[in-house]
T-cell receptor, first 116, second 114 residues
C-alpha cells in the first residue's frame, strides 16, 4: 500500500538552473495539492490540480513556477531560473477527489530544495 | 495580519503532562479545522479534524473549536516523548467547494521530556 511518493527527496541547484519536483499520488487518487514550507513562514498552498487540469493556482508565484498533472505519470512542479529564496521544502498531498472526505489529503515526505 | 495565528513555541513539558495547543483565525468562512503532526524532515500527518464548532475526542487527543471566538485548541493527555513534534493547525473555508486547500498556522514545536 504505497503512500504518496515524492522525488527527489533532496535537490541542490545553482542559481539560474531549473528544478523539477515529482509527486506520485496514492493509488486511485486523481487530485494533487502542492505546498511550500519556509522556515519562518510555515506551509503555504501553491496549486491544486486534477489530472490534466489546474483547478486553483492562486498560491503560485506568477513567474518561473508551473505545475502539471498529466493523464499518465506523476504531477510535476517546475521552477525555472531558481533563486536562493526558492530554497524550501515542497510537499505534495493527494486526495481521491469527489469520493473523498475532507480528511483524506495525504502528504508525501517532501522534496528539500537548496539553491546555492 | 495572517489568516491563522499560532504561537511557534517551543513548548517543553514533562512526560505525563497535559498539553494545550491553540490557534486563532480571522476568516469567518473557515468551516473545517484540522490538526496535523509533523516530525522533523517528514510530511504532515493528520491527527484529527472538526467540522464547525464543538469538541472531538480521539484517544489521548481532544480538539475544540469555538467559532464565536475564532479560537481552536488541541489537548494532549498523558503526553509521551513520542509526541515530540511540530503541531500544525490548518483550516478549509466553507466556500471552497471541492477545493480542499489548507490554510496553515505556523506550527508549535513540542518537546516532551522523559
Amino acid at each position: 500500500n504505497a503512500g504518496v511518493m515524492q522525488n527527489p527527496r533532496h535537490l541542490v541547484r545553482r542559481r539560474g538552473q531549473e528544478a523539477r519536483l515529482r509527486c506520485s499520488p496514492m493509488k486511485g487518487h486523481s487530485h494533487v495539492y502542492w505546498y511550500r514550507q519556509l522556515p519562518e513562514e510555515g506551509l503555504k498552498f501553491m496549486v491544486y490540480l486534477q489530472k490534466e487540469n489546474i483547478i486553483d493556482e492562486s498560491g503560485m508565484p506568477k513567474e518561473r513556477f508551473s505545475a502539471e498533472f498529466p493523464k499518465e505519470g506523476p504531477s510535476i512542479l517546475r521552477i525555472q531560473q531558481v533563486v536562493r529564496g526558492d530554497s524550501a521544502a515542497y510537499f505534495c498531498a493527494s486526495h481521491p477527489g469527489l469520493a473523498g472526505g475532507v480528511g483524506e489529503q495525504y502528504f508525501g515526505p517532501g522534496t528539500r530544495l537548496t539553491v546555492t | 495580519q495572517k489568516e491563522v495565528e499560532q504561537d511557534p513555541g517551543p513548548l517543553s513539558v514533562p512526560e505525563g503532562a497535559i498539553v494545550s495547543l491553540n490557534c486563532t483565525y480571522s476568516n469567518s468562512a473557515f468551516q473545517y479545522f484540522m490538526w496535523y503532526r509533523q516530525y522533523s524532515r517528514k510530511g504532515p500527518e493528520l491527527l484529527m479534524y472538526t467540522y464547525s464548532s464543538g469538541n472531538k475526542e480521539d484517544g489521548r487527543f481532544t480538539a475544540q473549536v469555538d467559532k464565536s471566538s475564532k479560537y481552536i485548541s488541541l489537548f494532549i493527555r498523558d503526553s509521551q516523548p513520542s509526541d515530540s513534534a511540530t503541531y500544525l493547525c490548518a483550516m478549509i473555508p466553507y466556500n471552497a467547494g471541492n477545493n480542499r486547500k489548507l490554510i496553515w498556522g505556523l506550527g508549535t514545536s513540542l518537546a516532551v521530556n522523559p
